[in-house]
């Protein structure tokens, strides 16, 4: 398969790295910041929907390879004196390994099962991490000035923060896109339709799984590090929330699982009517509900999300929007 | 040379006793034809041949290699495939992706370019090229029919099992569908298939076993199998059933 000459290949790359090039040409930081957040949404949501989207194992407490991997990538940067770069792939690397250990137990679950279990793993990492000594226990750690000091001082190492996330979301979508269209990306769809079908027609389930698995893990571990060195410091209470869990699944949904863009346009939306709510005085402690309201709504009505929805009412743009 | 070897097996469901010490030999080349009553488990002795259950007892040798207790997608990359009596589109793929999911995984485990080329192939010959590009899911019954042995073809198979693939089919539906399948085994694939459709099976099967109660009870060719005492009287509690068996 030729994806450099489709145009669904490009346009959601396009977009991103026109996006970050003028966030970096304007040089803002309220710019940046605000981009931060999108693009950091945009390659967490991407991220789940290799593994939702692709195989349809609902994954709930995704956010622990996140947490997890910041963690490590964070411990790495802050106890370790270890650079920016090898700390983010390092936290990448240690979610990667631990979806491969705890992947080859719970993808023999089904359904909400699994589901549930996902919750687990993440509530079990928070305990783990509030009572591990060498991680800060339940206060954490901190990251000292002079690490700040390698990348020009604090408000040029944002700046080198924020181009690793662009770099990574860019990296995201490639990989997202080429699972999708890959012989082993067609297996996993076998696999969201019917899983004993898909076996009996070749497809090697449990190892096919446990490697989306693995791969869903490792980019929510580098973001997670690129998102604790830029915030200077990381908790338990911060890293392992389960409620961005909900909000990576609710964008998923509404920009449309399965699909490369769906989670670009969910987690744009989704950051859009967060910000605001968040400045309304009426709904501004109210926008989990809003939140959970939006996929009750999906749901029952759009469940294929906008860009699966578009892509059913117009086949002719089916291989623009991928 | 015997292309399957299905010795002793059994297989229960919790105190069921879904199939009782099973055995027979299907020769390469050939159509044998599997009947018997409803629940007699036919469909579950599909599922322990081709690892969809382990059996509790008794053992599976296909093509001289023992893959008891294998999982089933080991089986299917050894040359064996499958149409389910109650079809599985996958409903969201095209019905070529469906195709080609079959030719990917199958035995000769296909890239996605070639595997396109071979699901075009496989559509051509069950008779569904033109729906290649639909939705699995919008498919009639008759069509999903033929989809699941397109799948099944695409994986080019040394043998392939049918599981009632003539049911729900009006009578021009199943002398195609006839026709398919007597060109399947002119190809060289063996077939083991479930038939209810009398006439069909007699008349395309080299040889038929017959299952009641998780049991062999007769073995032979269509004519011998039809006049067999046992055999008329397993079906006795199916009048309809027995009537079409003495039509024979
Ligand atoms: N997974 C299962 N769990 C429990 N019991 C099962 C299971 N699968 C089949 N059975 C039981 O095993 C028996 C045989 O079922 P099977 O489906 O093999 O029959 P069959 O011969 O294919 O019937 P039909 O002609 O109606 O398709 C039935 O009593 C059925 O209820
Ligand atoms: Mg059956």
């Known amino acids: 398969m030729k994806s450099w000459r489709q145009p669904g290949f490009w ?27 999108v693009l950091m949404f945009m390659a967490l949501a991407s991220s789940l929907n290799i593994l939702l989207g692709y195989t349809g194992y609902v994954s709930f407490g995704h956010i622990v390879f996140f947490g997890l991997g910041g963690y490590t990538g964070f411990y790495l940067i802050s106890e370790q004196g270890w650079p920016l770069l090898p700390a983010a792939l390092a936290g990448g690397a240690l979610s990667g390994v631990i979806a491969l250990l705890v992947g080859l137990a719970v993808l023999r679950l089904r359904g909400a099962y699994f589901a549930l279990a996902t919750i ?31 990348y020009g001082g604090a408000g040029q190492a944002l700046w080198t923060t924020f181009t690793f996330l662009w770099i990574t979301t860019l990296a995201v979508l490639v990989v997202s896109y080429l699972v999708k269209h ?24 449990p190892r096919a799984k446990t490697i ?33 869990s909900i909000e990576m699944l609710v964008m998923v949904m509404l920009g449309g699982m399965g699909t490369v863009l769906g989670p670009m346009v969910g987690a ?15 709904f501004k402690d109210l926008h989990l509900a809003v939140a959970g309201l939006i996929l009750l709504l999906i749901i029952l009505f759009v469940p294929a999300g906008a860009v699966g929805w578009v892509r059913g009412r117009l086949p002719a743009l089916r291989r623009v929007l991928e | 040379m015997m292309i399957l070897q299905v010795q002793d097996v059994t297989k229960r469901f919790g105190g069921l006793q879904a199939l009782t010490d ?7 080349g050939q159509i044998l034809g599997l009947i018997g009553p409803n ?93 290649a590009d639909q939705p699995s899911g919008l498919l009639n019954v008759a069509q999903k029919k033929r989809l699941e042995l397109a799948r099944a073809l695409a994986a080019r198979p040394f043998l392939l099992l049918l599981d009632e693939v003539l049911a729900g089919l009006n009578p021009t539906e199943i002398s195609e569908m006839v026709d398919t399948i007597l060109k399947i085994r002119d190809e060289g694939i063996t077939i083991l298939m479930i038939e ?29 199998v039809a006049a067999n005492p046992q055999v008329i009287e397993a079906y006795l509690g199916d009048p309809e059933m027995t009537a079409r068996l003495m039509g024979e």
């Not at chain 1, 991103?16 to 940046?32: E, H, P, S």
């Not at chain 1, 890959?182 to 389930?205: H, K, N, P, T, W």
């Not at chain 1, 869903?216 to 389960?242: C, H, M, R, W």
Request: with cysteine; proline share 4%.
């Open chain 1, 11 to 37: 346009l959601p790359l396009v977009i991103v790295f026109l996006w970050g090039g003028i966030v970096l040409v304007l040089r803002q930081d309220t710019v940046r910041e605000t981009a931060f957040t």
């Open chain 1, 120 to 150: 687990g793993i993440n509530e079990a990492a928070r305990a783990f991490v509030s009572n591990f000594g060498p991680f800060g226990g339940a206060t954490g750690l901190f990251v000292n000035f002079s690490a700040y000091e390698k």
């Open chain 1, 182 to 205: 890959s012989r082993f990306g067609l297996g996993l769809q076998a696999i969201r339709e019917d899983e004993d079908a898909a076996m009996v027609m070749g497809v090697q389930a």
């Open chain 1, 212 to 244: 989306t698995y693995v791969i869903s893990a490792f980019f929510p571990g580098i973001i997670g590090t690129l998102y604790f060195f830029k915030n200077g410091n990381v908790e338990p209470g911060d890293a392992f929330q389960l409620h961005m």
């Open chain 1, 268 to 282: 744009t939306a989704y950051q859009g009517l967060r910000g605001y709510l968040l400045t309304s005085p009426i």
């Open chain 2, 22 to 28: 099973v055995t027979f030999d299907l020769p390469e």
């Open chain 2, 39 to 131: 629940g007699a488990g036919k469909t579950t002795l599909f599922n322990v041949i081709n690892g969809v259950y382990a059996p509790n007892k008794g053992k599976i040798i296909f093509r001289g290699e023992d893959i008891t207790g294998k999982p089933s997608y080991e089986v299917a990359r050894r040359g064996m495939a499958r149409a389910h009596q109650v079809v599985r589109p996958l409903h969201d793929l095209t019905v070529r992706e469906n195709v080609m999911v079959g030719a990917c995984f199958g035995r000769e485990g296909h890239s996605l370019t070639q595997a396109a080329h071979k699901a075009d192939a496989a559509l051509a010959q069950v008779g569904l090229a033109a729906r």
């Open chain 2, 196 to 224: 209810h459709v009398m006439q069909a099976v007699m008349s395309i099967s080299d040889r038929i076993i017959v299952l009641d109660y998780g049991q062999l009870i007769a073995a032979g060719k269509p004519e011998e």
